[in-house]
């Protein structure tokens, strides 16, 4: 079938299809983070260093770089579902390459809410906030101070309705556009001639045979009413039907047909005969007139 022939509304579907099964696949990915090897990286389990990291740096790069914080759920102790928050990022721990440079290996911490700083920021003349609503209010702190740079994945709190609605924008909406622009030279399909719908057309009704009355003469079960019955019908439709009376007037002979006047005769050398012509019975009889 060609891309083209498919209707806007198939996208749609599709990019809902796919964009539920690759939220879900992600969400399944990302929903274990117990121990120390998590999807995000190295856990780092010493809140301090993770804060001190962030603030410091190394060849002019910060020990805990490109910091991307995604809010996370999971289970508590209790069964509950808790929202919390992993900082990931790449976090440089005193190794480096075999030139000297540094070596920056994917590192993440695990924020709870709400979050307790161990480090105090001191915005102006305000003062030290010794807690905050989550770790992102944190970091928008560190950055008005320290300028740092961090990014919030507000995508992965609800990966399905992410990536849901993210399918429906570009599968149902950028890419059936760029298929009718190529094909059609037009942001929307051309009209289409409707077909003739059949919905209120009835199947004609097939005309029911002729009844016919079937007598049987032969039947001795029936009783003397029963058989009196079935004789009146019959004399009813005898005698319905006029007979027509023979009529013994003698043939009339049947006329004869003229005979011509014409004589044929074949001579021997002739394939088929011919008219003689000037021996018809009439000059013969004028000559014996004569």
């Avoid at 990286?41 to 805990?64: C, H, K």
């Avoid at 509950?80 to 920056?104: A, C, F, M, P």
């Avoid at 905050?132 to 992965?156: D, E, T």
Wanted: net charge positive; proline share 9%; glycine share 8%.
């Amino acid at each position: 079938m060609q891309l083209a022939a498919l209707r806007r509304w198939y996208w749609i579907a599709i990019a809902i299809i796919v964009g539920a099964i690759i939220g879900l696949v992600r969400k399944a990915a990302n929903g274990p983070i117990y121990g120390l090897n998590t999807s995000y990286g190295m856990q780092m389990t010493d809140q301090r260093e993770f804060e001190n990291a962030l603030v410091s740096n190394y060849q002019g790069i910060p020990l805990f770089s490109n910091p991307v914080v995604y809010p996370h759920w999971t289970i508590d102790a209790a069964g509950k579902s808790q929202l919390v928050y992993v900082v990931g990022g790449n976090y440089w721990d005193g190794h480096t390459q075999e030139n000297g440079l540094g070596r920056w290996d994917p590192r993440c911490f695990i924020a709870k809410t709400p979050y307790r700083p161990q480090i105090g920021v001191v915005e102006g003349n305000a003062p030290v906030v010794e807690e905050y609503p989550s770790v992102v209010q944190f970091l928008a702190a560190l950055n008005r101070v320290y300028g740092i740079k961090y990014r919030y994945a507000w995508w992965a709190a609800y990966p399905v309705l992410s990536w849901v609605t993210g399918c429906l924008i570009v599968i149902g909406g950028i890419w059936p556009t760029l298929i009718n622009l190529l094909a059609f030279g037009r942001f929307t399909r051309p009209p289409e001639v409707k077909p003739i719908s059949l919905w209120n057309v009835h199947k004609p009704k097939t005309p029911e045979p002729a009844k016919t009355l079937s007598l049987d003469f032969g039947s001795t079960a029936e009783s003397p009413e029963t058989s009196a019955v079935v004789m009146a019908a019959a004399d009813t439709v005898v005698s319905a039907s006029p007979i027509s009376k023979l009529t013994a007037d003698p043939l009339a002979p049947a006329p004869q047909t003229p005979q011509s006047s014409t004589e044929f005769d074949a001579k021997p050398d002739d394939f088929y005969p011919t008219e003689r012509r000037g021996s018809s019975q009439e000059p013969k009889q004028s000559k014996l007139s004569r």
